[in-house]
């Protein structure tokens, strides 16, 4: 039994990488303060920005995880995401990244507004969304 009991913490190498490089842009913003330096300030930013960035990279390569709770065999931070190339549902990341997570719902459309179509065109019920 670890100290957490039985939960999923979602450690992952994304959230480790993304974690480790924050903490270190942050304390080089937090040096850039005290010794009043705008390189060393603009060097905590880039760190931070490339923080995000690498996290963001890591879960779209399946380093991350999906919301929610994993199956237990899944709970060891090196554990790969295998589904990640299709997008997780309701992921901003996954969304930026243009992945769209396929629900069965109707597609959506771009077509001008005098042209779009209901739900009611898809033979989707109300209940079902």
Do not use: I
């Amino acid at each position: 039994m670890s100290a957490h009991e039985d939960v999923d913490l979602g450690h992952t190498v994304a959230g480790w990488v993304g974690t480790c490089l924050s903490v270190v842009g942050w304390t080089v913003l937090g040096a850039a303060v005290v010794t009043v330096s705008l390189p060393l300030a603009l060097l905590g930013a880039g760190v931070t920005v490339l923080a995000a960035l690498a996290t963001w990279a890591l879960h779209l390569a399946g380093w991350g995880k999906p919301g929610g709770p994993r199956p237990q065999s899944q709970w060891d931070w090196r554990v790969r995401d295998r589904t990640a190339r299709r997008g997780h549902p309701g992921c901003l990341g996954c969304r930026m990244a243009g992945r769209r997570w396929e629900t069965g719902r109707a597609p959506v459309t771009t077509a001008p507004a005098a042209h779009l179509r209901t739900a009611d065109d898809f033979g989707v019920r109300p209940h079902d969304m």
